[in-house]
């Protein structure tokens, strides 16, 4: 296998983990792609509701959960460091609004094998 081939089966491979763990909800399969340090919130910056490491972020997912929130993938992209998720997600007031389901989209940022942001 050439250099070139095996740099792109790291990143492909963590694609597919991720979907197979945000599909399932998984909460321990989340948890291992998380790096220890993982930040999740808006994009604009720090807020006061955003996780600030991987525990705040499973407990985030936790509530989401039993709060009913579903999200179904429909995509994953591999970027240089990142990775775009598509959703399809239920349960939100979002999701009513739009009749049932809304299109989301999250930006992972990679480091190592593991999701920092």
Avoid: F, H
């Amino acid at each position: 296998m050439s250099d070139e081939a095996s740099a792109a089966e790291g990143p492909a491979l963590l694609a597919g983990r991720v979907r197979s763990a945000l599909e399932s909800g998984d909460l321990d399969a989340i948890r291992d792609l998380l790096d220890p340090d993982a930040r999740w919130g808006a994009p604009e910056g720090p807020g006061d509701d955003d996780c600030r490491n991987r525990d705040e972020v499973i407990a985030w997912w936790a509530g989401a959960r039993a709060a009913g929130v579903r999200g179904v993938v429909t995509e994953v992209t591999v970027g240089t460091g990142t990775l775009l998720v598509g959703l399809e997600v239920t349960g939100t007031p979002a999701a009513r609004e739009a009749g049932g389901a809304a299109g989301r989209w999250q930006v992972l940022t990679v480091k190592g094998d593991r999701i920092a942001d």
